[in-house]
């Protein structure tokens, strides 16, 4: 029988949504709790709010989740930054600033998003990792609220949740702008769900697309939209439709035509990509798209930054079909021919002469696309980030979100971490910085008369640049305080654990099951293990003479409902960036888990 584990007490340096209250796992007993160990950084984290709303909503008061927020980047463990994060992104239960990471190891969290559910009677009794989990949670969640409903052990009543009051300001955590024909602005109001034109002033308000004041209901028309593309206006009268709008947490394309407002729908099937890759166009709308954060015109083509799945997409609004454009989902940082190369989070896209600009916001990079090859200019890796301005090869960002090419051939970037605009000069190959003090700014548009709007994301506005105010920054460099894990030299096996979720069952009806791909960075790390297989467990060799790096894997597993007439079919996936150290009396097995949804004597 499997010993029952208590659940670590929830310690963390304050709470948000509680009404100043601090909550211990006391005020919680009598109630099924979901820990969710997010960063607000990361794509899949955001995935993970998104699925987990429909549990809160249909368990009522018999569910409680808990977000830990778990750091990665520096400016994460500002407490007014993780406030202002729990507010962009609609939370709308307790969390827990855990800046230190205590809770990270308490509970043996390996990777961003990991989940923990904890019975009525404090024991934990189940933890996975990554996405798409909502399923085998709401079965688990079922099991749990009849067991301690039996037992006498489940307590309904009100939660612990409390809403903050709402601001009354034009724009409420804009994400893009562009300018329009005639000087005004189009601008993504994400945490309104809509999208606004302004006049050139930034502020004065001409009309609202969407959501409205309040904010519009998830799925209609709008969801937290990010990048907007005005077409080129041939295009534009073919396809009906003046401006596409990536419309990020339906995971869509729409089309807005400026005359009457009319909204489409051009793209996306309104379900999260999971699937796997492939080098063939699609019909755009039956496609399954990942968060497509922002849009280029490049290469006679809409060019998506596809940042949930770490890969470009590109869309024909003529022929109405999507492909895959550059990236192979794994989320890394290498160069080389397109599309087998690694990208992380791309969310913006800027064009200037032959060269498709990216800010590759994981990687804390800039990166362009030129002659089908993609290149890095400023970033050196997942991990690695901070303030550092001079030679390109040296200098650091902290995970930028925009990026605006210039007529002189370099390139400004909106450097949302440090809050900062950066300028990356291709001549002299150097970094400088251009204006601080800036609060998460997330796009920076260049106007027809030259002007620099920036928009700044966590002050709720646009902000005009001083021109020529250029100075240079040698500020700190960070690596991520991610724990690292060790591993012996030599011999390591690696073990991806996957349990299917309740009511499901392996599905071999088109093949194996199950497949994994692992790497390293540097790639000297793995003298022998690298590549794919159909086997969950791989024998690995750690290179001796490499004393750290990271581990590459991504592990998908295929599985079917069980005595069901209509079964379905579901793909669970999940890729890890693991940080190792090597050392001569570290373990020679590392476990991963893919999906461990037992209940464990619960």
């Known amino acids: 029988m499997t010993a029952r584990v208590r659940a670590p007490e929830l310690r963390g340096r304050g709470w948000l949504n509680t009404g100043g209250k601090d909550l211990t796992l006391a005020d919680l007993r009598g109630k099924v709790v979901v820990l969710d160990f997010w960063t607000f950084c990361c794509i899949n984290c955001l995935h993970v709010l998104d699925e987990l709303r429909p549990l809160?909503?249909?368990?009522?008061?018999?569910?409680?989740?808990?977000?830990?927020?778990?750091?990665?980047?520096?400016?994460?463990?500002?407490?007014?930054?993780?406030?202002?994060?729990?507010?962009?992104?609609?939370?709308?239960?307790?969390?827990?600033?855990?800046?230190?990471?205590?809770?990270?190891?308490?509970?043996?969290?390996?990777?961003?998003?990991?989940?923990?559910?904890?019975?009525?009677?404090?024991?934990?009794?189940?933890?996975?990792?990554?996405?798409?989990?909502?399923?085998?949670?709401?079965?688990?969640?079922?099991?749990?609220?009849?067991?301690?409903?039996?037992?006498?052990?489940?307590?309904?009543?009100?939660?612990?949740?409390?809403p903050r009051p709402a601001a009354d300001t034009v724009f409420r955590f804009p994400g893009k702008a562009v300018e329009l024909p005639g000087g005004h602005l189009l601008v993504s109001d994400s945490a309104r769900h809509s999208v606004v034109e302004v006049e050139a002033d930034g502020e004065t308000l001409v009309r609202r697309f969407g959501g409205g004041e309040g904010g519009g209901e998830r799925g209609a028309p709008f969801s937290e939209p990010q990048g907007l593309l005005l077409l080129p206006a041939q295009v534009a009268s073919s396809a009906g439709y003046d401006v596409?709008?990536?419309?990020?947490?339906?995971?869509?394309?729409?089309?807005?035509?400026?005359?009457?407002?009319?909204?489409?729908?051009?793209?996306?099937?309104?379900?999260?990509?999971?699937?796997?890759v492939d080098d063939h166009p699609h019909d755009a709308l039956a496609a399954d798209l990942s968060s497509p954060w922002d849009l280029a015109w490049y290469d006679d083509r809409v060019i998506i930054a596809m940042a949930g799945i770490h890969q470009l997409w590109w869309f024909d609004p003529i022929k109405r079909t999507v492909g895959v454009y550059a990236g192979t989902t794994v989320e890394s940082l290498r160069d080389g021919p397109i599309p087998d190369v690694w990208m992380a989070q791309p969310s913006g896209l800027s064009v200037g002469g032959d060269r498709l600009w990216i800010a590759d916001s994981e990687t804390s990079a800039l990166r362009y696309i030129a002659d089908g090859v993609l290149h890095t200019a400023v970033g050196q890796g997942l991990f690695d980030f901070g303030h550092v301005d001079g030679q390109a090869k040296e200098a650091l960002l902290q995970h930028p979100l925009g990026v605006a090419a210039l007529p002189d051939g370099s390139v400004l970037v909106a450097d949302t971490y440090n809050g900062a605009i950066r300028r990356f000069d291709p001549h002299s190959d150097e970094v400088s910085t251009v204006d601080t003090g800036l609060a998460e700014p997330s796009d920076v548009v260049v106007t027809s008369g030259g002007d620099v709007l920036v928009v700044e994301s966590a002050a709720h506005r646009l902000t005009r640049l001083a021109p020529g105010a250029v100075r240079t920054?040698?500020?700190?460099?960070?690596?991520?305080?991610?724990?690292?894990?060790?591993?012996?030299?030599?011999?390591?096996?690696?073990?991806?654990?996957?349990?299917?979720?309740?009511?499901?069952k392996l599905d071999t009806q088109f093949g194996p099951s199950t497949r994994l791909e692992v790497s390293a960075s540097p790639p000297e790390l793995l003298l022998s293990g690298a590549g794919v297989t159909t086997d969950l467990s791989r024998a690995l060799v750690i290179n001796p003479d490499v004393p750290k790096g990271v581990l590459q894997v991504v592990a998908q597993a295929a599985t079917c409902d069980v005595d069901v007439e209509f079964a379905a079919c579901h793909l669970t996936r999940q890729d890890w960036g693991v940080p190792v150290v090597v050392t001569a009396d570290g373990p020679t097995r590392l476990p991963l888990i893919l999906r461990g949804m037992d209940a464990a004597d619960s």
């Open 56 to 162: 809160e909503q249909k368990y009522g008061d018999a569910l409680v989740v808990i977000g830990v927020h778990s750091p990665k980047f520096e400016h994460e463990r500002d407490p007014e930054a993780l406030a202002a994060a729990v507010e962009r992104y609609g939370v709308h239960h307790p969390v827990v600033d855990d800046g230190d990471m205590h809770l990270w190891q308490q509970y043996a969290a390996k990777a961003w998003p990991t989940l923990a559910v904890i019975d009525p009677t404090g024991y934990l009794v189940a933890s996975m990792a990554g996405e798409g989990h909502a399923e085998g949670l709401s079965r688990l969640i079922d099991e749990l609220i009849a067991k301690h409903t039996a037992d006498g052990t489940l307590h309904r009543g009100d939660g612990p949740y409390v």
């Open 244 to 276: 596409v709008v990536a419309d990020t947490v339906n995971h869509q394309l729409r089309g807005l035509r400026l005359s009457d407002g009319e909204i489409t729908l051009v793209a996306g099937s309104g379900r999260p990509w999971r699937s796997s």
């Open 473 to 504: 920054v040698s500020g700190e460099r960070h690596r991520t305080e991610r724990p690292a894990s060790p591993v012996a030299p030599g011999e390591l096996t690696l073990d991806v654990v996957f349990t299917p979720a309740p009511g499901q």
